[in-house]
């Protein structure tokens, strides 16, 4: 192994280092110099400017969770949709643009099948008619 193997590391290492002093010390100073006046207002709980009701470890229904993850799942495929449209122009310039919209349309169709799919098993359903039926 040569002698300066560890060095090409170097910057990367003083990188590391003087972000986490940076972070240490913000912290730190932040932690001395901050006033400290601990009034009932501050010490309660704040949720979204009501006063909290009931427990805190209360269960939810799993479809909180199912809309969570559907929602983070297309708004990932979403994302999918920006790239293209910045280079469908190049894509008409290069004489593909029919294979580009064809692609993309079959994208759009998977994720709209996928949709209707959610939609139709009722993961969407949160009201009253919902419970109604026998979903929960």
């Known amino acids: 192994?040569?002698?300066n193997y560890f060095?090409?590391?170097?910057p990367f290492l003083i990188h590391i280092l003087l972000a986490g002093g940076i972070a240490t010390a913000i912290i730190v100073l932040s932690w001395i110099i901050g006033e400290r006046k601990p009034t009932r207002a501050k010490l309660s709980t704040y949720e979204c400017g009501m006063t909290p009701v009931g427990d805190?470890?209360?269960r939810f229904s799993v479809k909180f969770y199912m809309v969570a993850m559907l929602f983070i799942l297309?708004?990932?495929e979403a994302v999918f949709l920006y790239p293209w449209a910045v280079i469908l122009r190049r894509l008409k310039a290069q004489g593909e643009g029919l294979f580009g919209l064809l692609e993309m349309l079959?994208?759009?169709?998977?994720v709209?099948?996928?949709?209707?799919?959610i939609w139709k098993k009722?993961?969407?359903?949160w009201g009253p008619d919902a419970r109604r039926r026998g979903e929960r």
């Open 56 to 58: 805190s470890r209360q």
């Open 7 to 10: 060095a090409r590391y170097l």
């Open 1 to 3: 192994m040569p002698d």
């Open 74 to 76: 297309f708004d990932v």
């Open 106 to 110: 079959i994208y759009i169709g998977i």
């Open 122 to 125: 009722g993961v969407l359903d």
């Open 112 to 117: 709209l099948a996928g949709f209707f799919y």
